[in-house]
């Protein structure tokens, strides 16, 4: 809606400047309203909506199908400012093929740092040339964005867009 209100805020302007014409502000905040509303009818015709899922996380590590490598990530938060981020690849036996841990200085949002994890993963995975992979986080908003590639405007979907980006490379990710 913000967006929206920019550009209607925006063409206002034009029109006074360059038209002498003013649009009376309720007119506009209702213009808003509309517009958002049918972007957002749109948005569930095309990607249908929000569903919930009740699914649980399984309490053990479960292996991955074979020639497959499985990658589980996690970021933790503190209060002091510190942002640790880690990644383990195991393969289908269950043997570690590498592990690495990351320690920021940063106030990230729970979702951008489960977000800044999971590049870090991508940029493993590449780094060790591996093509089959399944990726496995806690975070089931970004698993669900990542699966479906939905991307927008926000600070996390620019951090999505590099992970996708970088996904195109591999055989086959699975999330």
């Known amino acids: 809606m913000g967006a929206i209100l920019m550009w209607f805020l925006w063409n206002r302007r034009n029109d006074m400047v360059f038209n002498g014409k003013d ?98 993963a991508i940029k493993l995975t590449k780094s060790h040339n591996l093509h089959d992979i399944i990726i496995e986080g806690n975070c089931q908003v970004l698993i669900n964005k990542l699966s479906k590639a939905l991307t927008f405007f926000t600070d996390l979907d620019n951090i999505l867009d590099d992970i996708l980006a970088s996904c195109v490379s591999f055989n086959s990710v699975n999330w």
């Open 23 to 120: 649009t009376y502000h309720p007119v506009i905040i209702d213009r808003v309203y509309r517009l958002a509303a049918d972007c957002n009818s749109y948005a569930k015709k095309i990607y249908g909506g929000v569903t919930k899922k009740s699914s649980s996380s399984p309490k053990t590590w479960k292996a991955p199908p074979e020639g497959t490598i499985k990658f589980n990530y996690d970021a933790s938060l503190t209060v002091e400012g510190w942002v640790g981020l880690g990644v383990i690849a195991r393969d289908w036996r269950g043997e570690i093929l590498f592990a690495a841990t990351l320690r920021v200085r940063a106030h990230w949002p729970p979702l951008i740092a489960e977000g800044k994890v999971a590049a870090m």
